[in-house]
Nanobody, 123 residues
Framework: QVQLVESGGGLVQAGGSLRLSCVASGRTLSTYAMGWFRQAPGKEREFVAAISRNSIVKQYADSVKGRFTISRDNAKNTVYLQMNSLKPEDTAVYYC????????????????WGQGTQVTVSS
């Protein structure tokens, strides 16, 4: 079992930046591939970014490529999502997720989820 807690969300103007953090407890984070997802009101949860256990492989949704960066610090049991050049369409609840079997971009394949953190981008 692993517990995930996200933080760092908030209200920001378009063009601004935020850094989300996801702290894991219960088990060592280094054994999990990690992903960030988001869900806007009335929409399905969608993939944002994912990172392999050793940080060698990173994947991004086309909508965030070049603007968002996923990283992890296994010593701190923490995964980050640096979000730059934010747009109003980035507004959503952002979730981090952990999966033991390997990196994937599909939400249903992730076993553990945090409670989410709200990101609101004003125009």
């Amino acid at each position: 079992q692993v517990q995930l807690v996200e933080s760092g969300g908030g209200l920001v103007q378009a063009g601004g930046s935020l850094r989300l953090s996801c702290v894991a407890s219960g088990r060592t984070l280094s054994t999990y591939a990690m992903g960030w997802f988001r869900q806007a009101p009335g929409k399905e949860r969608e993939f944002v970014a994912a990172i392999s256990r050793n940080s060698i492989v990173k994947q991004y949704a086309d909508s965030v490529k070049g603007r968002f960066t996923i990283s992890r610090d296994n010593a701190k049991n923490t995964v980050y999502l640096q979000m730059n050049s934010l747009k109003p369409e980035d507004t959503a609840v952002y979730y981090c997720a952990a999966e033991l079997s390997g990196l994937t971009t599909t939400p249903i394949e992730y076993t553990y989820w945090g409670q989410g953190t709200q990101v609101t981008v004003s125009s």
